[in-house]
């Protein structure tokens, strides 16, 4: 039996958990833990189990219980319009969820309900994740964000850049210098994607299959480092395969596969008990089912290929796709989103620190870049408001993603704000745009500002 212990109260500079191997071993932790400034646990909690999210009632941090319920029936009105077959939204304020929600199907052909503990393929929002966990060898001192990535990546020294395309393929020339991990976390390396654009490097990306499933990490550095750069690196914000770069150079630094890794620094701290590169057999009946649209904007289930094949996310992977390849749940998710906001820290376990967190979050494009929408800039591995009135947010600061399946979240830190919603939709004609209509919803809720909040505590 593998125990987890965890939640210690330690002296600043020592362990806050340590992991068993079998529960013989907690008397042994326990002297090891008095004697490094530890207060011993009382109790070994399993590796699997996952503690519960602190609740409050929407009224005791500052929302509306009444307010909250036309966010409820806009949800609803998107599952009865038929434009959505399920979903789920959790709202978290000031650390502590007002609202749990869940609509429609997750198997319109089963007629199997939308359930909290739903698995979802969160795609995109692996981004993030991905980017803490290389945040945390930064912070261990493994390399510098102006570092060449060729340091740590050989096959990537004297990368070409495509300057134009012809009839005979790229005509080519040199990089005016080695793209750096900034550059790769902030999507200006100059890479592609081989997904969604028309362009020429991301149609050689696609022909060469560096996203195929059938691959490793490894294999998919050798194609890149065969391939030419899109543009100049630092030059243009391109949404781009960096961040499965990221996932690489996560193994190389670390030493570890970047899926261990992840498990052991991530999502095992974190009691992310259901996120991973694939979902077990045993939980095959809780990953919701994936829907498209006709031509005529009605739902259909998509076609059995690809990244939603019938059997994708369901066998174990040597892909793992720090970019798109991760499954999770609204709960999981909200526990990592949660670390964000407290500053890297959650239930007495600490990922990041606050300053590296904010760092994530800084803008780090020009505030007239024209990649980029208006009024949102771009931080590391995450999207970040800069005008709210040009970009249609809330608040200066808020920070966000989502995954192609229509996944989204949002962080706001102005007014202590989480929010995860779920569902699984193929983009194109018939999705709504999910993410305003529960944005602004949410929003309305609030009846208590932060700041009036302070000043009356």
């Known amino acids: 039996m593998v125990a987890e212990l965890s939640r210690f109260r330690c002296k600043e500079g020592t362990m806050r958990a340590l992991t068993a191997r079998s529960a013989l071993l907690v008397p042994i932790l326990s002297i090891a833990l008095v004697a490094s400034g530890c207060d011993a646990p009382t109790e070994a909690v399993a590796a699997d189990t996952q503690p519960a999210l602190q609740r409050a009632a929407p009224e005791d941090v500052g929302m509306s219980s009444e307010r909250l319920t036309r966010l409820h029936d806009g949800m609803q009105q998107l599952v009865d319009d038929g434009r959505l077959a399920g979903i789920t939204t959790m709202v978290a304020r000031r650390g502590r ?6 609509y429609g199907q997750r198997d319109i052909e ?34 510098r964000l102006s570092d ?26 040199d990089a005016d210098h080695p793209m750096t991990i900034r ?30 499933r059938q691959q490793t990490l490894k294999d998919m550095i050798v194609k ?34 970047f899926d261990e890794y992840l498990r052991e620094r991530v999502f095992g701290p974190l009691r992310m008990v259901d996120t991973g590169f694939h979902v077990p057999e045993e939980d095959h009946d809780r990953l919701a089912q994936y829907y498209g649209y006709d031509q005529d904007g009605n739902l259909t289930a998509p076609a059995n290929s690809g990244t939603v094949g019938s059997r994708a996310f369901l066998d174990p992977t040597t892909f793992f796709s720090g970019g798109g390849g991760l499954v999770s749940t609204t709960t999981d998710y909200m526990r990592f989103s949660l670390m964000l906001l407290n500053g890297g820290a959650l239930d007495g376990v600490r990922i990041l620190s606050p300053t590296t967190i904010e760092l994530m979050t800084r803008n780090q494009m020009p505030r007239d870049n024209p990649e980029r929408s208006p009024g949102q800039g771009f931080g590391l591995d995450f999207s970040v408001v800069l005008d709210p009135v040009a970009s249609e947010f809330y608040s200066v600061g808020e920070y966000y993603w989502g995954g192609a399946a229509g996944t989204w979240f949002w962080i706001d830190p102005a007014e202590d704000l989480v929010f995860v919603g779920m569902i699984q939709q193929r983009g194109g004609r018939g999705r709504p745009s999910v993410r305003s209509i529960s944005h602004r919803l949410t929003y309305q809720a609030i009846i208590e500002p932060l700041a009036q909040m302070e000043e009356n505590e």
């Open 110 to 143: 089963a007629g199997s309900p939308m359930e909290e503990d739903a698995i979802f393929r969160i795609y995109s929002m692996s981004k993030p994740i991905t980017g803490v966990a290389l945040m945390t060898l930064y912070e261990e001192g493994k390399f």
């Open 183 to 212: 550059e790769l976390m902030s999507h200006t390396a100059g890479l592609a994607y081989g997904i969604g654009a028309p362009g020429p490097t991301d149609r050689l990306y696609a022909t060469e299959g560096v996203l195929s």
């Open 148 to 173: 060449p990535v060729q340091r740590y990546i050989p096959e990537f020294t004297d990368l070409k850049v495509a300057a134009s395309w012809g009839a005979d393929g790229p005509v080519l020339e």
């Open 224 to 257: 890149l480092g065969a391939m030419p750069l899109r543009h100049q690196p630092g030059t243009l914000w391109y949404y781009s395969i960096a961040v499965d770069v990221q996932g690489y150079l996560v193994e190389v630094l670390s030493g570890q596969p």
């Open 97 to 102: 969820v007002v609202d749990f929600q869940t």
